[in-house]
Structures are given as structure tokens and as C-alpha cells.
């Protein structure tokens, strides 16, 4: 079992910053590729970025590329995703995953934990 708390989220201009944490319980972080998610109200919710177990590989979504970062610390069982260059259409609650296989999987299906949330407003 692994729980998945986020943070860091927060009301932001258009342009600017925020970075969010997402800590993880358990002593086997370290063996799950982490992800995260977000849903915009009245959207589905879509992939955002993952990064693998050691941290070595990341896949972004073509929307978040080169703004977005997602890393990992495993000694302190966190992921993180800084997010730069801000824009109102990134407004949505966030959420991290957990899962336990490698590889390049971005559907919510593949996920077996998941994080409350934490919501993120970029006004224009």
C-alpha cells in the first residue's frame, strides 16, 4: 500500500511559478514510477508528466513540454513537478500516481494509487 499526499498548490498569475510535492508513505517508493494527472472542471482527466523509479527517465505531455518538471527524491519518498511559464488553461486540480510497472504508461488505468489532489488557479 502506498499513500500519496499532495501539495504546493496555490493561486498564481498568468507567467509566473509554483512547484508541487506529492510525499508518499511506505518503504518501497522506490518502486513505483511516479505520475502525475490533472482535471479541469468539466474535463477528463489527462496525463501530465511521469518519471521513472530511479528518476533517470521522464515523459511529459506535448502541452507541459518545456514548461513543466517532474523529479523524485527517493532517500525522502517525494516527487516533485516544478511548474514554469504558467497559463490560465493550466488551471486544474493536480493529482500524483503511483505505479508499479516501468515503462512509458500514461493512462489513468495504469496507475494503482492516487493523491487527493491539490488545486492549481493561474489567473490571466
Known amino acids: 500500500q502506498v499513500q500519496l499526499v499532495e501539495s504546493g498548490g496555490g493561486l498564481v498569475q498568468a507567467g509566473g511559478s509554483l512547484r508541487l510535492s506529492c510525499a508518499a508513505s511506505g518503504r518501497t517508493f522506490s518502486r513505483y514510477a511516479m505520475g502525475w494527472f490533472r482535471q479541469a472542471p468539466g474535463k477528463e482527466r489527462e496525463f501530465v508528466g511521469r518519471?521513472?523509479?530511479?528518476?533517470?527517465?521522464?515523459l511529459y505531455a506535448d502541452s507541459v513540454k518545456g514548461r513543466f518538471t517532474v523529479s523524485r527524491d527517493n532517500a525522502n519518498n517525494t516527487v516533485y513537478l516544478q511548474m514554469n511559464s504558467l497559463k490560465p488553461e493550466d488551471t486544474a486540480v493536480y493529482y500524483c500516481?503511483?505505479?508499479?510497472?516501468?515503462?512509458?504508461?500514461?493512462?489513468?488505468?495504469?496507475?494503482?494509487?492516487w493523491g487527493q489532489g491539490t488545486q492549481v488557479t493561474v489567473s490571466s
Open positions: 500516481a503511483a505505479d508499479s510497472f516501468g515503462g512509458k504508461r500514461i493512462t489513468i488505468d495504469a496507475y494503482d494509487y
Open positions: 518519471i521513472s523509479m530511479s528518476g533517470g527517465s521522464t
